[in-house]
């Protein structure tokens, strides 16, 4: 049991664990979490923000960790923007064939290769609708393909230095603590070995485990998703003026069915069933094209306007049935279908709603859309396309054709080649090193130069959550390493648990960083314990009386903190699959949870091979 020797570390005990709540409950977004932490470590005076202090809060706001992240962010939206992602994904498309294990093989290959160089998360983006399209032509089940899509990401990051913001976030701490060595390739051999492990895990073990889920996209069918939607209006005097729903000939229809009723332009919202039309009601019908223009052949209604059905005013509209899912900025998460006005603001209908393993046909409207739900939607064809070009909602039925700048491409990818290139060789062959982050700089405006990017493009693909959740941690982390709770912490790990043995210590820090990770944001679990690492490396190396290098340790934790594989929500591209592949929570346990077992017992003992503890 802890004993605090400062109010300020049992403040800042008492903090960390409000925070941790926070994030998992999600009562408000993660990154005002975090700066609302850094504002208590001031308001408290634990941290100050006087130039002259070495603990100044406002320091954080100039770490290169969060600038790099942002600028990858652009580096990978320039990519993205120019077309060279989405060539990537067609490529795979031709290259998967008509083999269900090759498919597999070469989705996870390009993945990981791309994850390894650029933002993961457009990566699953695009290949998302890919595999789906191809599972629904091939007849093949998506849940086989979503989960190891998001696993060779999560692995493909691990390859370098860049692949993925908590390698970034890892060794930014370290090298601001004085640790040096870390290059671009500096941790591709345990990278390639999580990539080759991830790969025979699941073309053996991990395939038998995944689910055999129905997802809403096997409600598409590409030949016969094409509907008509039919509106018509109630004429004055008309036999059905003063009718309830079901005492009239609409509800015998057959090959059209009525969606809905509007009155004065408001969809009434009462059941179907007890609806009384009124003179000008507009009445909404959804059905094949035979439905729809023939309908005057189904129980005597004319959409042309019979008179004895008292319709008029007619329009017809060619509908299209997609999935969509909602995307992590999005700003619908939180409100509701009714809140948002989905219907009357989009022009589209929403069929059903997938969460948490559970497809919603009915009573959804008043669910809050979170991050992940996936929606069936239903509409015409142009505003369908409006909706999708939102930014809120993803779309899963098809990629997503923009406009790309492809002659532009060659520039974006000698941008990424010369960043990867020059921090590889930095140090080297008599060129100077020179740190990631002024790298990332440069890469950033040049794409931004030569408008492979646009700035207001480069804006919006900057996750700029994940960039003031860096901050808020990394101010945390200031205050815990400043008040001497750190040191306490790594007291109790040494002396309290009687952990003197190197290796188990860095087994132990893995597994503590791969649990947390799959709960919280996997960029606050590289905060708060990188600093954490490297003061257990000082204390082993005090109680053993023999240096002990803290490189192995912040390694542990890299690799830890982006070892999530048995929840949904500890990890972006396991979320964005989780609605699309119809998941369970459990099934990502079941299928993920012995992976993360293979890997922590690999690199518990290949971290100490390729990084000596007496390596000082």
């Not at 015998?252 to 000008?280: H, S, T, Y």
């Not at 708060?528 to 023999?546: F, H, Q």
Request: proline fraction near 4%; aromatic fraction near 10%; hydrophobic fraction near 50%.
């Amino acid at each position: 049991m802890l004993i605090f020797e400062t109010w300020q570390q049992g403040f800042l005990a008492a903090l960390v664990v409000l925070v941790f709540i926070c994030f998992v409950k999600e009562w408000i977004s993660a990154e005002l979490v975090a700066l609302s932490a850094l504002l208590a470590c001031v308001m408290t005076g634990i941290l100050s923000v006087d130039v002259e202090d070495p603990y100044n809060a406002l320091k954080v706001f100039s770490h290169p960790a969060p600038i790099t992240v942002a600028c990858m962010f652009v580096l990978s939206a320039a990519l993205e923007r120019t077309g060279v992602i989405e060539a990537l994904g067609n490529w795979f498309e031709k290259l998967a064939g008509s083999s269900p294990v090759k498919m597999l093989v070469v989705m996870m290959s390009l993945v990981a290769f791309l994850s390894g160089f650029v933002n993961n998360t457009p990566v699953v983006v695009v290949f998302m609708p890919i595999v789906l399209g191809i599972c629904r032509r091939r007849e093949y089940t998506a849940s086989k393909y979503l989960i190891p899509l998001s696993y060779a990401a999560i692995v493909g990051g691990t390859m370098t230095i860049i692949g993925t913001s908590t390698n970034l976030i890892a060794t930014g701490i370290a090298e601001k603590k004085g640790l040096e060595g870390f290059t671009m390739f500096s941790i591709t051999p345990l990278g390639l070995v999580f990539v080759a492990t991830a790969f025979i895990y699941m073309l053996t073990i991990g395939k038998k485990l995944l689910p055999t889920r129905v997802t809403l996209a096997t409600l598409l069918d590409n030949e016969n998703s094409r509907e008509f939607i039919t509106h018509a209006y109630v004429r004055k005097e008309s036999d059905l003026d003063g009718k309830a729903f079901p005492e009239t000939d609409l509800a015998k229809m057959k090959k059209a069915r009525v969606l809905e009723v509007l009155r004065d332009g408001r969809r009434l919202r009462r059941p179907l069933n007890e609806i009384i039309f009124q003179a000008g009601d507009e009445i909404v019908f959804k059905g094949v094209l035979e439905g729809v223009m023939d309908v005057s052949q189904t129980e005597g209604i004319d959409v042309r306007g019979k008179e004895s059905a008292g319709l008029e005013g007619i329009r017809t509209e060619s509908a299209l049935l997609m999935e969509g899912i909602i995307g992590p900025e999005s700003t619908m998460t939180g409100k509701s279908l009714k809140e948002l006005n989905f219907r009357q603001r989009f022009g589209v209908l929403i069929l059903a709603v997938h969460r948490r393993g559970r497809n919603l046909r009915e009573r959804f409207e008043d669910e809050k859309l979170a991050f992940g739900d996936t929606l069936l939607v239903q509409g015409p064809t142009e505003k369908m396309r409006t909706l999708f070009r939102q930014r809120d909602f993803i779309n899963l039925s098809e990629p997503n054709h923009t406009t790309f700048r492809r002659s532009k491409a060659p520039i974006a990818i000698c941008a990424l080649l010369l960043f990867m290139i020059v921090g590889a060789i930095g140090g080297n062959f008599g060129i100077p090193r020179i740190p990631i982050v002024q790298l990332a700089i440069t890469g950033a405006l040049l794409v931004l130069v030569t408008r492979c990017v646009q700035p207001q493009e480069a804006y919006r693909a900057i996750e700029w959550k994940v960039v003031f959740l860096i901050f808020g941690m990394l101010g945390l982390g200031m205050a815990i390493e400043r008040s001497g709770l750190a040191q306490l912490i790594a007291n109790g790990m040494t002396n309290g648990l009687g952990i003197e043995n190197p290796y188990l210590m860095l087994a132990l820090m893995y597994l503590l960083s791969a649990v947390m990770t799959e709960i919280i944001s996997n960029n606050a679990v590289a905060v708060l314990l990188t600093p954490l690492a490297i003061v257990v490396a000082n204390t082993l190396s005090l109680t053993i009386g023999e240096p002990v290098s803290p490189i192995p340790f912040v390694i542990a934790v890299m690799f830890g903190s982006s070892a999530s594989f048995s929840t949904p929500i500890g990890y972006q591209t396991n979320t964005f699959v989780y609605g699309a592949g119809g998941y369970k929570f459990g099934d990502f346990f079941r299928a993920g949870f012995p992976l993360a077992v293979i890997l922590w017992l690999m690199a518990s003992c290949l971290i100490p091979l390729l990084w000596p503890f007496d390596a000082v």
